[in-house]
Each structure stands twice: as structure tokens, then as C-alpha cells.
């Protein structure tokens, strides 16, 4: 889930996206069969504080989540015979012991290029959608994609990740012996197109969500009591204002990973959090050509942090306590630079060691071991 360049006006972006949804529908429409065509809704299993419907995934109207099709999307998320050369697949990069991350700091593709950003972990990918106020940047470090239909494809095509053509990848899993039956099952036709395997990655990838750690189970009792001292002790720090001239010593994580009832562990939204000076990667600015955007990069989720080292877009930090200390240190100043952060330069939070432990073990409580261990996100059999 990396990135290649890829520019195009708004209002042609629009136009092709309304075009190629009419163009789909009449493809699907024309090869029903309604005796093969799996509709059975896929039920995703939701805790306790996220019973509101408005904190629940959702679907887009022409690729709501079914049985049939997330199977079939977790079958091709496993599948080698996206790449060109039929070695690797998307969980390459993204290893389900790892959160869907990869411990490299760069993933190499097919023919030994390696990337310039970190692999970002894959969970809980369906609220970028629907959260976020920025409703046109969203996937990847940077916001190329609108949604996880177009992210889908951005890495089998990329010259230095899978580098498939996409017409070839559609015969190859035309030709095979059981890929046909199982697009019928899923969309209703056994003839496949790039769409259909779109929609499957897609569904696949809205269906994976993490919401089982100590963190979690604090949110569904809010017992405080759950946290051990130096967790509550964490808690109240990362909630916490940085007041120096007030003689508080908060770690303001809050502003950009979530206020004291928010869920997930990211705002959704994308800042420059001082890591360069001068950014060697231009980030969303990439995507917009917006100078205020340069070096900004989607906010991470703190979920999951005990499996996702390195750590920053680039990969940089190779443990929490080195990205605390960075944090800590007053980061770098530069025009772009967050205000949240660009405040505390250049004596940083002046936070001592022990408070540095304690936001750590904080932190590490929003991990879920059952989640990468979960056999309906696994390689299938």
C-alpha cells in the first residue's frame, strides 16, 4: 500500500468515477444468475461502544459486504497471481502477525525495488471513509485514493511493488480452475473484470477491524480500574494539555490521535509533524499542490503499536521510546509544521523517563493479540 505518481483533476476524476459505475452496472446486470449469486449479508460483530449505527462500517450502495465477497477478497489479498511474475501477493507487505504491517522499513517488490514509505498496518480502514472531514484524500500516506475500491489496485499495478498488468491478472484468475465459480458466487457473473476484483480486495478489507484489547475493554465498562498505575498513569498523560508555564506536563497526543471518547486512535486526518525540516517527501502535498501541505501525512492509528514496528511513514523510529523521544525533543520547526507540534520547540514536553514509560504503556493497551491471530483474516486453505 504504497504509492505511485498519480495526478488528475477533480472534475475529470469525477466525471470518470460517475462513468465507470454506470459501466459496471450494466456488465453485472447482464450475466445475473440468481440461484449461484451469494447475497447473504456479511455481519460484522461490533462491541459494546460502537453500537451506534454512525460507528459502525459502511458500505457504498453498488458493493455492500457479503459472505461471498469477502471471501473472495481475503482468497485474492493472499493471492501471488496479482503480482507480474506470480510471487507475491498483497499479504507480502502486509503480514497478519504484524497487524498487516511489515517489519522491513521498506518492503521490496518483485524485482528487489524497495519503496520509499513504510508499509501502513490494515485495519480498521472502512472508518477512513466515513469519519474523516477531508472526504476526497484518504488511502495511503499521502491521501491518493478516494476509496478502498481505487487503493485496492494502486500497489498489483505499481512498477516497484507487484508491477501486474491488470489485464493480464484478469486472465490469469479467468483461466483458473476455480477463481470463475467463486466471482459468480460473489458478484453474480463468472466473467471477471478489474472492478470485480476491486470490489472483492475492498470488501475484504472492510471487513477487518480490531477492537479487542485492554483499551477496548476499558471503553465498553469505562472501569478505570482496568489499567494497571502506570497505564492510568499513561492515560492521563496522553490526555493531557502541555502547559510548561502552568507546570503540566501532558503529552498532547490527544489532538491528533483522538480525544478522551474517541474510538480509534487517529483524528483521519493529515499533518506535518515536524519529523523533517526540509521533506524529502512532499507528502499529500503531492496529491494536492497545496504549499501548505507539504510533509503532511494521514495520522496513524495508535492501535496495534505492539506489532507494527518501525514506526513514522518513512519507518524511521525503530521503537516507541525512540518516537516518544522524538516527540519529546521539539521535533523540528519548519512553515509546515503542525501547531500542535511547532509549539513546543524547541525544548519539547520535557517529559521525564518514567512519564515517557507510562505513556508507552499506555499506548500499548490499545493492542489486540487476538486480532492477528483472527483465522477469518488469515490465509484461506
Known sequence: MKNINFKISLPSFFILLLFSSCVKDTKIESNISNNEWDKTPYIIQ????????????????????????????????????????????????????????????????????????????IYNLAYQESKPADTIHRFFWDGTSINLERQSIVPIQSKIEMAAELKLVVNKLQSHPVYPSLFKKAFGTDSIHTYLIQKALAQFERSVISFNSKFDEFLSTRNFNVFTDAEKRGYVLF?????????????????????????????????????????????????????????????????????????MHNGSKKTL??????????????????????????????LTEEQKQDLISFILTMSDSSFVKKTAYSKPN
Request: aromatic fraction near 12%; charge should be negative; charged fraction near 15%.
Open 46 to 121: 461490533y462491541p459494546t461502544f460502537l453500537s451506534d449505527s454512525s460507528n459502525q462500517v459502511i458500505s457504498p450502495i453498488d458493493n455492500p459486504l457479503t459472505n461471498a465477497g469477502v471471501e473472495l477478497g481475503r482468497k485474492l489479498f493472499y493471492e501471488p497471481m496479482l503480482s507480474a511474475n506470480n510471487t507475491q501477493s498483497c499479504a507480502t507487505c502486509h503480514i497478519q502477525a504484524y497487524a498487516f504491517s511489515d517489519t522491513a522499513q521498506f518492503s521490496t517488490g518483485i524485482y528487489g525495488d524497495k519503496g520509499t514509505r513504510n508499509a501502513p498496518p
Open 239 to 311: 490526555y493531557s494539555e502541555n502547559k510548561p508555564s502552568e507546570l503540566i506536563k501532558g503529552g498532547d497526543c490527544f489532538h491528533c490521535h483522538g480525544q478522551e471518547k474517541s474510538f480509534f486512535g487517529t483524528d483521519f486526518q493529515f499533518h506535518n509533524n515536524g519529523l523533517q525540516k526540509q521533506p524529502t517527501d512532499s507528502g499529500l502535498f503531492r496529491i494536492t499542490n497545496n504549499y501548505n501541505d507539504i510533509g503532511k501525512f494521514k495520522t496513524p492509528s495508535l492501535r496495534n503499536l505492539a506489532f507494527t514496528a518501525p514506526y
Open 321 to 350: 521510546k525512540e518516537v516518544i523521544d522524538f516527540y519529546d525533543s521539539g521535533a523540528t520547526l519548519s512553515p509546515w509544521v503542525d501547531p500542535n507540534i511547532s509549539k513546543h520547540f524547541p525544548l519539547g514536553l520535557q
